[in-house]
């Protein structure tokens, strides 16, 4: 089955260190992977991807992802984090299948909130 | 920058109106989108169109029909408008031949609530 797990509802992280938004996949074929970012009352953002080549890859905002392949994870990091991060990030990943016509599933979601 | 436009923010509908939701991008994309949003659960496909006139079922299309008669615009239609209809809707759009995968580009969403 083609799945993404986001296993966190909500992250809650102190302005200034370190954050990580879990997510893992199961997919057929190679898997294309996303980040997405959704502020209050507005659509979804792209933040970054990953199709093939390094496992660490950089995005918008300070924003990077590491792929692994192994535990089948594409967590998203950032290495300070600012109030101005706090918004619902989720995660995606594009349907192998045959005839899946390269669409994208998305995980529930996992809401970051930074505190000062 | 790529703009993708929903015509309303917010609508009310009553139960087993006919509703129509607008969608439209001003940058040639060949793929669009349609996803309902609701709490725990992300976002769900409901139909997509590859291109004009073309159109596919997605993970959840029951009540729900489309029209795509121009590149630019993707229409959403709640046949008979139901109390479990009311959720986000959010429309996307993604241009194609680029070689890779290219990502998606949202509107703001329109919030529908059916009383």
């Known amino acids: 089955a083609q799945s993404v797990a986001q296993p966190e509802d909500q992250v809650n992280v102190a302005e200034g260190n370190p954050l990580t938004v879990k997510c893992t996949y199961s997919?057929?074929?190679?898997?294309?992977l996303f980040w997405y970012v959704q502020y209050p009352n507005r659509g979804l953002q792209f933040l970054l991807k990953y199709i093939t080549g390094d496992n660490l890859v950089k995005g918008s905002y300070g924003f990077e992802a590491e792929f692994n392949k192994s535990q089948t994870s594409f967590h998203l990091k950032k290495p300070s984090a600012l109030v101005s991060d706090s918004a619902l990030y989720f995660c995606?990943?594009?349907?192998?299948?045959?005839?899946?016509?390269?669409?994208?599933?998305f995980g529930a979601g996992t809401r970051l909130a930074v505190h000062p | 920058d790529v703009k993708v436009t929903q015509s309303s923010r917010y609508l009310v509908k009553r139960t087993g109106e006919k509703v129509f939701l607008e969608c439209v991008q001003d940058m040639d994309h060949e793929n669009m989108f349609w996803y309902r949003q609701d709490p725990g659960l992300g976002l769900r496909l409901i139909y997509f169109s590859y291109d004009v006139k073309m159109k596919e079922k997605g993970d959840i299309p029951e009540g729900y029909s489309v029209s795509r008669e121009k590149k630019e615009r993707f229409s959403l239609i709640l046949e008979s408008a139901s109390t479990n209809q009311t959720s986000m809707y959010l429309c996307?759009?993604?241009?194609?031949?680029?070689?890779?995968?290219?990502?998606?580009?949202f509107g703001n969403g329109t919030r529908l609530t059916v009383t």
């Open positions: 997919v057929s074929g190679n898997p294309y």
């Open positions: 995606a990943v594009r349907d192998g299948r045959s005839g899946g016509y390269n669409k994208l599933i």
């Open positions: 996307a759009s993604r241009l194609t031949g680029t070689g890779e995968l290219s990502p998606l580009h």
